[in-house]
């Protein structure tokens, strides 16, 4: 297993237009979270699923953000009606069910809104 | 409300010395403790996860110490090197077990 992977690394969009993220985590972890980084600032959580179920919601994720883990496996995050202030670093990370458990996470989606 | 803060900001120091990274944190009621480090524009590279029940947590060079009571965590590099330049983040994992993130410590290694 290579770790969590996300796709695409970068993406540049214009302000308006929808855009979808892709996270594979660990296979074996059915725990999913998705942050959002923006510069110079630690990460902020947004949402978490257990398995395919989202159990979890920010009140960062407006309604124009949606998040799916069909089948309890590989992750999309959508962003429609893109808004400069999206632009910042998506962090998909992946652990193990149970207290503490250690999160890894993947490289990010550096999304750009012009 | 959780928060989770990290003194200094930045922090340049000349190759082989010892440091010692500190966090803090409001509340108390933390599940663990994880220690990340991050490379310009990528991704969080966890370097050491200590449960609540813990004390502390080595790896290599690396040695992280929590106590709970106090709200505070450190992270101990030992004989720095120019590789260890990064941002080193400090997490709490707290209630559904996200992480509250501090905003960082951008240590730079001089040659």
């Known amino acids: 297993d290579t770790g969590v992977s996300q796709d695409p690394r970068h993406k540049i969009t214009k302000r308006g237009q929808n855009v979808t993220f892709r996270c594979d985590p660990i296979s074996e972890h059915n725990r999913l979270y998705w942050y959002r980084q923006t510069l110079g600032q630690g990460p902020e959580f947004l949402t978490y699923?257990?398995?395919?179920?989202?159990?979890?919601k920010s009140r960062l994720l407006s309604d124009r953000f949606s998040a799916e883990r069909p089948k309890g496996s590989f992750s999309t995050l959508e962003i429609q009606r893109t808004e400069q202030g999206d632009s910042a670093m998506y962090l998909c990370a992946s652990s193990l069910e149970g207290g503490g458990t250690e999160a890894f996470f993947g490289q990010g989606t550096r999304l750009t809104v012009v | 409300k959780q928060e989770v803060t990290q003194i200094p900001a930045a922090l340049s120091v000349p190759e082989g010395e010892n440091l010692v990274l500190n966090c803090s944190f409001t509340?108390?009621?933390?599940?663990?403790l994880q220690w990340f480090r991050q490379d310009p524009g990528k991704g969080l590279t966890s370097l050491l996860l200590?449960?609540?029940?813990?004390r502390e947590q080595t790896s290599g060079r690396l040695n992280a110490s929590l106590d709970k009571s106090s709200g505070r965590s450190t992270l101990y590099i030992a004989a720095s090197q120019p590789g260890d330049s990064a941002t080193y983040l400090c997490?709490?994992?707290?209630?559904?077990?996200?992480?509250?993130f501090g905003k960082g410590m951008k240590l730079t290694v001089n040659p």
């Open positions: 699923f257990q398995n395919e179920a989202q159990l979890e």
């Open positions: 200590i449960q609540s029940s813990q």
């Open positions: 997490a709490v994992g707290i209630g559904s077990e996200k992480l509250v």
């Open positions: 509340d108390s009621a933390i599940y663990n």
